[in-house]
């Protein structure tokens, strides 16, 4: 399955600049820096909505190019870029920025669009590291900007409708969150290959390359989109999804950081990429009334969720689904799916999963979050209009954080006692250099 865009739901409360400031019909002028296939989606969003698309930017000019052609019918002349430094000191009318690097450049390129007063939608991770993010949520505390990360779910009215049902006690305690997802297609569980290939026509490898090592290229290795199973570029598959499936369990559950951040079943943990296969386990500590929560991430196909869970989704489906996520609680299950954007209910008493909709029980329940009509258009609302995006910094980079800590636990091979609020893994100093990284800062 592929990341797609879920129209729906969203928040409404007061934020930074309201309409006045902007005029009403007010055109927003828009630049675009990483332009692979995630970004053209946005792009059309942009057109769609009626905004300007005014700069794209990327160091591979091909893609670039690529680009231009494909909007060039509805967005005219657009302004190209390989420096993201040269278009926010050029285009002084760019009001707002959309982010579509790979992981590694998320950061930098959010902070100097932040601090040059630009609103800004990254794509998720939020960042590539722990660190990272508790910056980019403290600088979102005080820029002026309004921010968006990219968990395309976090507008679905599955959702807020699951929010819904599990604040409202429908499931009871929740003990365990499931998530699942098979091997990718990106490098893991190996080391970088020998040798070094041409870099394409005009390419700028070295600033592709930017905060991180500079390593030799190697044609589809790393560019365009294997990148991501490299740890100097991207973090694997919690790192790619972290941000979509833990997103309502965390927000329903209001969990803050994981005490415990386990790893086991692993198959091929490279030192240089993600592991072709293993389970993250993050431990969150009762609360207040809520019980003890495992969040539980599998990944490789090597381990699933335990055979009652298996079970009830076969006898519902027909098949325990490719992906998915399923909440375990006292009075029964949840199945959100991976990006969370299905809400299907099964209590203790029922052989299958009803949709919510559907369910003689959860109707009885009342609707109390807002619905909205997409992810990306709430973040040009909120610009506008004075809303409040569902997916700010401060939430986007708490949940990179917590997928991100296993991210450490990996690349250490061993379990954490983690201290969330101080970034720190107790008693493994080596730790530090894995959640605050030395960046080359040439490019910066």
Known sequence: MKRRTFLAATAVAPTILPRSVFG???????????????????????????????????????QTDRSRNRHKDKAGNINAYMDYRQMLENEKSLDAVVIGTPDHWHAPICTAAMKAGKHVFCEKPLTHTVAESRDL??????????????????????????????????????????????????????????????VPKGMNWDFWCGPSPLRPYKAGVYHPGKWRGWYDFGNGSVGD???????????????????????????????????????HTFH????????AVNLIYYTG???????????????????????????????GLLSSGLWNSQCYVKLNDEKKFVGAGNHSE??????????????????????LDGGKTFAPFEIGGHLTEIGLSGIVAL??????????????????????????????????
């Open 362 to 383: 959860a109707k009885k329940i009342a609707q109390t979050l807002p619905r909205a009509n997409g992810h990306f258009r709430e973040w040009t609302d909120a610009i």
């Open 137 to 198: 949520r403290n600088l979102s505390r005080t820029a002026k900007v309004v921010t968006q990360t990219g968990n395309q779910g976090s507008a679905s009215p599955n959702l807020r409708r699951s929010i819904e049902l599990i604040q409202a006690g429908l499931l009871g305690q929740v003990s365990n969150v499931h998530v699942w997802h098979p091997a990718h297609g990106w490098p893991n569980g190996g080391a970088r290959p020998a040798g070094e290939d041409t």
């Open 284 to 291: 969150f500590p009762a609360e207040g009334k809520r019980a």
């Open 411 to 444: 690349k250490l091979q061993q379990n954490l006692k983690w201290d969330g609020e101080t970034m720190k893994a107790k008693g493994i100093p080596e730790a530090d250099a894995l959640v605050r990284k030395q960046n080359r800062t040439r490019w910066l």
């Open 301 to 331: 196909g090597v381990d699933m969720p335990p055979s009652h869970i298996t079970d009830a989704m076969i006898g519902t489906f027909g098949s325990v689904p490719r992906v998915g996520a399923v909440v375990e609680a006292e009075n």
């Open 241 to 279: 999804f972290c941000c979509h499936s833990f997103n309502m369990p965390v927000r329903a559950l209001n969990l803050k950081y994981p005490g415990e951040v386990r790893i086991s079943k692993v198959e091929k943990a490279g030192f240089e990429t993600y592991a072709k296969a293993v389970t």
């Open 24 to 62: 009403a019909g007010k055109k927003l002028n828009i630049g675009f820096v990483g332009m692979g296939g995630q970004i053209q989606g946005h792009v059309r969003n942009t057109l769609q909505l009626g905004h300007n698309v005014v700069a794209f930017c990327d160091v591979d000019p091909n």
